[in-house]
Every structure is written in structure tokens, then in C-alpha cells.
């Protein structure tokens, strides 16, 4: 027997110094941001499976040996913060991030969410916000470890998949700066008055959208009341606008003529195209080239000698005469046409807004708006305008809205509760930019841990499966907020001081055991 009686106090000295040293890890590490603690548990070695020094088994003795238990599966104590990247897990599942800019198969987890924007990869270039060409490094999201936060982009219509691409997170300020949503989509909220007249001021609204080129776009919506009542026409304008269009709507086309009501007279003195009332032929004809606009073209026919296509210089603000520009001036002399004539243009003029005697719209309640700029851009989009109404009183816009996002810089970025990585730009804008997943595991407590509050997939884990919090209900995210360790300190201290009476108690055993063998030999 001998000897072999120090096995089973020494297993136990060692034993609980193991479990010693766990608590001290513990303890050391309650205030690191995710950590979870490790228990270690106890199981007996029968005297059968411990062997002598001459390797026979020893059928005496017993022992004791350690059991380390993780507790990945516990929640950690949440503690608020005023950072903006800092997002604490209450659930399960934890955070993916990568040691390598390029997503590899060496992907790590990990449940403290204080996160930083950390510069990796090659330099690139871009165009400052002086126009001119600079070098810069991209900034990403990482752990404290600098590994990159794994996340997903939008897809195309600006939702996200649980499938996408894994990818790591750059948020610098140049990141997104050339990418936009040209405006699709818009809406117009306003009054006009009921009791404007024809021939009264116009009404004016400005809007601003997203073009092909991600640039904001300035144009003028003129609301001009027309002769018929209950009727307003919608024109476009701006400085850089080259050609617009709403439609529904049709190429304009005047007729006149003894019984249409309009009698054309063209002036060669003046260069003037007028519209005259038949019944008043001393009186112009209101509202007859609504839509039209100096730029635009106006071709004659059924005159003597004035046929053919024209420039409009100018419109006066009754629509009543057309100047014609001096690049192309009338063929013939002056003509008062009583027989039929026709005046047409290219321009696509669109319907006129028809309003109830309710005051609401009744038709059209919506434009196709088509329009394109002097350097090549583009713009087409759905004008919403079936708020419009015509009560009396002031002209009110209430809100114009649209769906354009244009090139800008990024200010700084935050978390939403759903993990959704929200970037502030320099415009003014909030724009959601990427989405964070969790991964979870069938036996998150069987992951292999690392250094750096980091784990890795094993076969005692399980496969990890990627979801989103929001939508799988597996956690909560907690933005501002960080996830401190599972650590009660107040236990530790309690189960330190039953491991050190083992111990004393093994290392009591040991000395015994030496001293009776002392005796004995």
C-alpha cells in the first residue's frame, strides 16, 4: 500500500486548487464586458483507474477530480452607457466577428458588444469634400480584440436576409459617400385657395429630390389657377432643367376657327402669336397656352404664309401671347385667321387638377414626373397628389416627402434595438446601412474559449445558426447599453471558502498519511 495513500489527499489538494484558480479567474474578470464565469464541479476517481508507478492498477485508493463548467447560457449583468457603439445581448446568442478583414472560415462569437471603428486594408483614394483627390484608410467596426464585427448589407429593395453575405462593417466617412437612392417616389400635401381667380398671382412650391447622379435637385412647382372653374394646372420649373414632363398628359394642341370660340392673329411687327375670344374678338382668349414655356416649340398651320415650327421666347403671364424668339421669326407678314388653324408643340402638358365642388381632387391624383438636367441627369418618379385639396382660404403646403437618399458623407454611426446599424450623415439624414446578426447554438456551453473573451465552434456546441434578434425573439439588443459578467461576487467568496476548507482538509490527510508512515518505516 505504502505511497499510494498520498494519491488520494494529493488529487484532492489538486483538485481544489484547480477550482481555486477558477474563482480567482472569475472574480478578476467581473467587471469585463461579456465574460461569463466558469464552475468547476467535483467527480470521484475510483482506486480501479488510478495505476502505480509500475503501471498495475491500484485497487485501494480513490480520488477526486475536477470538472470545469461553463455558463455561456447565463445572462451577465446590463449596465447603460452613453456610447453610441456599445450594444449589449439580454438573451441568447452572440456576436460574430472575424480576425481577418476577409471573412474566412475562422469565424469567432463573443458577447461583449463594446465596439470601436478601427482602421484596416490598403489605402484608397476618393474625392474630399473639396472636389480634390485624397488618400485615405477604411474604418471598420471591431472588438476590443480588433476583430471586425460581422454584419449584412440592405438588399436591393432595402431589406435584410438572415442568408446574406457576412461582412465586416465599414463606417468611415467616406464609406457610403457614392452611394444613393435616386428618388422614386413622392408626395404633396397643401391647399390651394378656392377663391383665387384667373389672372391672380400663381402659387409656388419647392421641392427637392434625389437624381440619377445621387444629387439633390431643386425645381418649382407652379400652381396656376385656370379659367374653368374648379381646374388648376401644374407646371415645372428650374434653373438646370432642361425638359420635364407629367403625365397623364398630351402634347399640346390648340385648334381655332370660326366655332371652336378662338380666332388666331399673328403679328409680324411684334412677332407675336395671339389667341382672340370669337365672341369678343377685341378681347385675347385666357389661359390658351397654359403649359407652354419660352424654350419650347410651336408649330403654325392653316396660316397663308406663316406655316411652320417655332421658338417660343416668351409667355405672357395671362397665356394669352407668345413671343417668338429672334432666332426664328415669321416667314410671312402679319394674319388674322378666322378659318381653321392649329397650333402644336412638343411639350407635354399635364392634365389639368380637377377638383369636387368638396374641395377634394378628383382627378388625376397622381403624376408620372419625368425630368432631365443640363449635365445628363435624370429624375423619374411617382408624384403622389391625392392630398391636394381647395378649401378657402391661404395657399398651405403641408409636407412634400420622397424616398431619395443623395451622396453624403457619413457624421457618425449608432445601434437600433433590432441591430440595425444606423448612420448619420452629413446632410441631415439617418440611414440604415447594415444589419447585425446572432448567432446561436444548440449547446452554447460547449464552446471552446479564447483569448480575448472569444469563442469558437466545436462539435459539443453544435453548428452555428445566423438570426436576427427582432425577427427570431431569441434576445433583445440594448443599444448605449454593455453586458458586464455573470460574475456574483458575493458567491464566489462563499464557494472560495468551502474549496479552501478541502483543501485544508486533503492537505490535513496528506500529513497525517506522512506522518504515519514516517513512524512506520
Known sequence: MGYSLFQTPTLGMLSQAHALNTLGTNITNINTGGFKRTDTRFATV??????TSTGSPNGGSGGVRPNDTQTLDQQGILESTSRGLDLAIAGDGFFLVSPTLSVSEQILYTRD???DINFAGAPVTTIGDDGNTISIRKGFLTDKNGFFLLGVAPEADGTFSETGALQALRVDQFALTNSFTPTTVANISLNLPAQKKFGEPDEFLSLNFVDSNGKVRGITATFVKTPTVNQWQMLLSGNDLTDSTLGPGAAFSLATGVGTGKLLELDAATQEIRVKSEQVQSALFPGAFIGLKAGDSITISGSTSNNGTFTIGAISSDFTTITLDTATPF????????????????RVVGDPLVFSPKATLTSPTSFTTSLTFNDGATSTFALDISRLTQ????????SFQQNGLASSDIKEVSFDKTGQIIGQFE????????????????????LQAGN????????????????FADTSGIALLAPNTVELSNVVLAA??????RVQQAYNSSAT?????DEMLGRGW
Open 46 to 51: 475510483l482506486g480501479g483507474n488510478i495505476r
Open 391 to 398: 378649401f378657402t382660404g391661404d395657399f398651405t403646403p403641408s
Open 427 to 446: 446632410d441631415g439624414t439617418s440611414r440604415i446601412i447594415y444589419k447585425i446578426p446572432l448567432a446561436t447554438f444548440v449547446n452554447p456551453n460547449g
Open 113 to 115: 458588444g463594446s465596439f
Open 331 to 346: 416667314t410671312g407678314g402679319s394674319e388674322n385667321i378666322s378659318t381653321a388653324a392649329t397650333l402644336d408643340s412638343t
Open 452 to 467: 480575448g473573451n472569444v469563442y469558437e465552434e466545436t462539435s459539443l456546441s453544435g453548428s452555428s445558426r445566423t438570426v
Open 509 to 513: 490527510v496528506f500529513k497525517t498519511v
Open 492 to 497: 464566489q467568496f462563499t464557494q472560495m471558502i
